[in-house]
């Protein structure tokens, strides 16, 4: 399988060296060149299969030849070993039409367990081959950053710089992450928004004197592998809720378009989905494109969902390259409008493009608060804020009684207990797996929130590639 950029002047790939690149180095991202498609008789001989089995399946395709079939399984049983649920992400029903599939049963607690636990692994495996070091550096808005600290504390071969928006992470999020004392994890809180950090990140990949001392490597979506194993829980929930024969929909928390982007790749993969709901908080850039074609970019409010306090979702590129007709020059030159003034008008052919498979909602504070209510009050369930605004946007879709209808439960709610208490007023307790967390101790720096700061830091203190 091969992968071309998003913006057409960067090599074609494959599998291993997209995983070990991140961004493409004309600014844009990796995308396979075309889709592995599965005929209805291939989808329906998935019912009943083991999640670490359907993964290989799903996965392999555009794996390719970069690892066998055993070497994949062999990452995915390490992987998924790690979750508490034995259904590494088990479904619930809330009532004849709405369901939650429960993608927190990982290490730190939100979903970002699920593909970077494997991408941790595909790191580990590509350099020991290679013999070469990796760089990581990368910007979290709280999820990315414990989960791929956890994937990569202890292992050779890699440094992980994170950065975070100081102040904006909750303080479970911020623990997380700094109590990791592995020598090669460096975490940084900068001044300023998630935008700001994953700004400086991008501008790191095409940093020459940074890059020439330094394989920089990604652990944001904008990283291919993270956003293929993520196609597998589609699969996994459609499956068990009657596909290939049944239509399903999804509601998808949003923030870095990276998440409800794997749901459209399982549609392309030809999982038969009835609709994909992006559903944001007040931070409501991607509901205004997909509404009315408006991709502007405000300043971030802080939300009680803060890993989607975002104004860029890097990955909406993607399905504006994909759905726009695949044209790299176009693409690079609609981006290049965006970044000098941080606003752009979608094309016809991707609203059109964008409009067959996508709608969307935005929930405000009291939505957000009355989603948890909801499902604690007539279900006993207790949701975190993300998920409530995924389950907001799912009741408010107009579809048929009979699609069911899946909000995708992106973090446990004890990573964000006091906006849950708030609602609900129930203080999820954190389950054993994360530890004695908050008595821990924690080792971080503080940075100007200057790109100069950050490469100065980075330089100082990361390994050179050799
Ligand atoms: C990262 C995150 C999101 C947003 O996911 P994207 O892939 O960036 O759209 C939603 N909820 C939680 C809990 C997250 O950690």
Redesign the pocket.
């Known amino acids: 399988m091969e992968y071309i950029s998003t913006r057409g002047a960067a090599p074609a790939l494959d599998f291993e060296a997209v995983t070990l690149a991140g961004l493409a180095s004309d600014g844009g991202l990796y995308l396979p060149r075309e889709w592995p498609r599965f005929s209805e008789a291939e989808i329906a001989a998935m019912a009943g299969l083991s999640y670490v089995e359907l993964a290989v399946r799903v996965m392999q395709p555009f794996v390719g030849s970069s690892l066998s079939e055993a070497e994949l399984r062999e990452l995915c049983e390490g992987a998924y070993g790690r979750f508490a649920h034995a259904a590494v992400t088990p479904l619930r029903q809330f009532d004849q039409q709405q369901w939650l599939l429960e993608l927190f049963h990982g290490p730190t607690l939100?979903?970002?367990d699920v593909a970077l636990q494997l991408l941790g692994r595909l790191f580990e495996t590509f350099l020991a081959r290679r013999d070469q070091r990796l760089t990581i550096v990368g910007a979290t808005s709280?999820?990315?950053g414990s989960a791929a600290i956890d994937a990569v504390a202890g292992r050779d071969n890699v440094d992980i710089f994170m950065l975070h928006p100081r102040g904006r992470v909750s303080d479970v999020q911020r623990r997380q992450m700094t109590t990791v004392l592995a020598p090669n994890v460096h975490n940084i809180a900068i001044d300023g928004s998630f935008d700001d950090a994953q700004a400086m990140v991008k501008r790191m990949f095409g940093d020459k004197d940074m890059t020439a001392r330094f394989r920089i490597g990604a652990v944001n979506?904008i990283n291919w592998a993270r956003l293929m194993a993520q196609v597998v829980y589609y699969f996994a929930a459609a499956l068990q809720l009657g596909a290939p024969e049944r239509r399903v929909a999804f509601a998808v928390?949003?923030?870095?378009?990276?998440?409800?982007f794997a749901g459209y790749v399982a549609a392309q993969m030809g999982l038969p989905i009835e609709r994909l709901i992006v559903a944001t908080n007040i931070n409501d850039i991607l509901h205004r494109a997909l509404a009315n074609g408006d991709y502007s970019a405000g300043t971030v409010t802080p939300t009680a969902a803060p890993?989607?306090d975002i104004q860029v979702s890097s990955n909406f590129e993607r399905l504006l390259f994909d759905v726009g007709g695949r044209d790299g020059a176009a693409m690079a030159q609609q981006m290049r409008g965006f970044e000098a003034s941080k606003a752009m008008q979608l094309t016809n052919a991707q609203r059109e493009g964008a409009a067959s498979l996508f709608s969307s909602a935005r929930a405000d504070a009291n939505e957000t608060a009355r989603a948890m209510a909801w499902a604690h009050e007539h279900y006993g369930e207790v949701i975190d804020p993300?998920t409530a605004i995924g389950l907001h946007a799912a009741r408010a879709a107009d579809l048929p009684a009979h699609v069911p209808v899946v909000t995708l439960a992106?973090?446990h709610p004890a990573k964000f207990r006091d906006a849950v208490e708030r609602a609900t007023g129930l203080r999820p307790s954190l389950p054993n797996r994360v530890g004695n967390l908050m008595e821990r101790e924690e080792r971080f720096v503080e940075l100007p929130g200057t790109y100069e700061a950050v490469a100065a830091y980075v330089a100082e203190h990361a390994t050179p590639s050799a």
């Open positions: 939100a979903f970002k709280g999820d990315t979506s928390p949003t923030g870095n378009f990276g998440d409800v890993s989607m993300h992106t973090a």
